[in-house]
């Protein structure tokens, strides 16, 4: 079992930015690939990033290329997302997912991930 916490969310003004954090505890942190998530009002949760294990390759939604940064702390158990440049179509709540390492790659739909945070809620003004 993982539990996830995820932290840093709020209310920006559409160019600024925010960093989103996800706390793991539970199994070995360092076995997991992480991915971020988010979800509107009225939409499905749609993928926006994600990264190996190992913290090399990663793999970004078209829409945030560019802009965010997904990064991990294996030794403090940690996944962060710096959101740069944001948008007011940014607004979601963010979740953070975890998954077993597996051959196939990139993990981009939410039935791929085990685990869930509560998630964050981020609000971009225009």
């Known amino acids: 079992q993982v539990q996830l916490v995820e932290s840093g969310g709020g209310l920006v003004q559409a160019g600024g930015s925010l960093r989103l954090s996800c706390a793991a505890s539970?199994?070995?942190?360092?076995?997991?690939?992480m991915g971020w998530f988010r979800q509107a009002p009225g939409k499905e949760r749609e993928f926006v990033a994600a990264?190996?294990?190992?913290?090399?390759?990663?793999y970004y939604a078209d829409f945030v290329k560019g802009r965010f940064t997904i990064s991990r702390d294996n030794a403090k158990n940690t996944v962060s997302l710096q959101m740069n440049s944001l948008k007011p179509e940014d607004t979601a709540v963010y979740y953070c997912?975890?998954?077993?390492?597996?051959?196939?790659?990139?993990?981009?739909?939410?039935?791929?991930?085990?685990?869930w945070g509560q998630g964050t809620q981020v609000t971009v003004s225009s």
């Open positions: 997912a975890a998954r077993l390492a597996t051959p196939a790659w990139p993990n981009t739909t939410p039935r791929e991930y085990d685990y």
């Open positions: 539970g199994r070995t942190f360092g076995n997991y690939r």
């Open positions: 990264i190996t294990w190992s913290g090399g390759p990663t």
